[in-house]
């Protein structure tokens, strides 16, 4: 079993920046792709970024030059680092993992945390 704590949220200013942790903690050896989603009201959850287990990144566009996601090791704290904020970037941010393949598809993970809420005022 993989547990995931999200933590770090708030309400910022348009411009601000946040940064964002995932607590991780597996009772499992087994090595596990990690991604971070995002679901605004009314809206589908959707990919931000994905993070494979050597530690390259990939971004959804929208958060390419704004966002960085790092890792300590493949089981430990997990951080998306947010500047730039926009308005277009609130949403409750989800951590997630998967146990087979680095991807961005909500429906194919395998653990999901219970969110984080990120308010931006324009």
């Known amino acids: 079993q993989v547990q995931l704590v999200e933590s770090g949220g708030g309400s910022v200013q348009a411009g601000d920046s946040l940064r964002l942790t995932c607590a991780v903690s597996m009772d499992t050896h087994a090595m596990y792709y990690m991604a971070w989603f995002r679901q605004a009201p009314g809206k589908q959850r959707e990919g931000v970024a994905a993070i494979d287990i050597p530690g390259r990144a990939t971004f959804v566009d929208s958060v390419k030059g704004r966002f960085t996601f790092s890792k300590r090791n493949p089981k430990n704290n997990m951080t998306l680092q947010m500047d730039s904020l926009k308005p277009e970037d609130p949403a409750m941010y989800y951590c997630?993992?998967?146990?087979?393949?680095?991807?961005?598809?909500?429906?194919?993970?395998?653990?999901w945390g219970q969110g984080t809420q990120v308010t931006v005022d324009s």
């Open positions: 997630a993992a998967r146990r087979y393949s680095c991807v961005l598809q909500p429906n194919l993970q395998d653990f």
